[in-house]
């Protein structure tokens, strides 16, 4: 999981590992690339599970831990909802705190969508694809807060894992093969049920032909899949207008500018083979 200049990750042994650093004079040096860094241990326990990075209906960036007892943590509370506010000192200046699972204990991928509302969808352990947390406008507040959710997403218990966020994400079958949801944001009245079932409703459709996938990664309009033979590949999923009318009026505060003549390639492309030798 991302951190600024560095990622989160999770061994199998249940420990936690930085790999990167937590700040870089870029006006001094050379970005060198994450790979020029050795990860090193946080902590010392060893009981968690995951890592990940889950959006607001801000849309900032929530970094969560995942201990192997489905207890939930994070640096930043935003509108999640708290319980108790245990904080805990991983190491000195890195400190998280507990908050509501919401039954995500009981999934073992998550991702979030954009449908009007936030949406936390996710991989069940019985292999169901569910809304597991959605946004609510607490309209006493004048905020927005998350609530557990339980509801199926098109059918079926053979789903492995989910990632992306945003209008579109890729989920991975148990027999390797991938599929692209795609999520529209309506232009209608705001009605939170009327979007769930919209979601509930909506049918993935194939992405390449390839059955040999084993995990995936993403972020905003795109997702990296891991191959058995350890090539990872990169598949953007919105054409250039996505990048530079959403993503780019959000990072330039609304500024105008002109789309790209060429649009992106939506053919996936090679990142490398993580056993394969550095360049």
Do not use: C
Not at 24 to 32: A, L, S, Y
Not at 151 to 161: H, Q
Not at 204 to 220: E, F, K, M, N, Q
Request: glycine content about 10%; aromatic content about 14%; proline content about 4%.
């Amino acid at each position: 999981m991302p951190v600024g200049l560095s990622t989160l990750l999770v061994k199998n042994d249940g420990t936690l590992w930085r790999w990167g650093v937590t700040n870089f004079d870029f006006k001094r040096d050379q970005w060198p690339g994450l790979r020029t860094f050795t990860p090193y241990r946080l902590g010392t326990e060893s009981n968690w599970a995951e890592a990940e990075a889950f959006q607001n209906y801000q849309d900032s960036s929530q970094m969560f831990l995942r201990k192997t007892d489905g207890s939930l943590w994070t640096r930043n509370n935003y509108s999640w909802n708290t319980n108790g506010q245990t904080m805990l000192e991983i190491e000195p200046g890195f400190i998280v705190q507990s908050v509501k699972n919401l039954g995500r204990d009981k999934f073992r991928s998550v991702a979030k969508i954009s449908y009007g509302l936030q949406y936390g969808v996710g991989v069940r352990d019985d292999g169901t694809f569910r809304i597991w947390a959605d946004e609510r406008l607490i309209q006493k507040e004048r905020n927005y807060e998350w609530f557990a959710a339980d509801l199926p997403i098109g059918d079926g218990t053979n789903w492995i894992a989910v990632a992306g966020r945003g209008n579109k994400i890729v989920t991975l079958k148990n027999d390797g093969s991938l599929w692209l949801w795609n999520f529209h944001r309506p232009q209608m009245e705001w009605n939170a049920h009327f979007f769930e079932n919209e979601i509930q409703d909506t049918r993935p459709v194939r992405l390449g032909t390839h059955s040999d996938w084993i995990a995936i990664s993403g972020s905003y309009g795109s997702v990296s899949a891991l191959a058995a033979d350890g090539s990872l590949w990169y598949w953007p999923l919105e054409d250039a207008a996505y990048y530079f009318s959403e993503l780019g009026n959000y990072n330039n505060a609304g500024n105008s500018h002109f789309e790209p003549l060429l649009d992106i390639s939506r053919k996936p492309q090679l990142l490398g083979n993580i056993f394969g030798e550095n360049d």
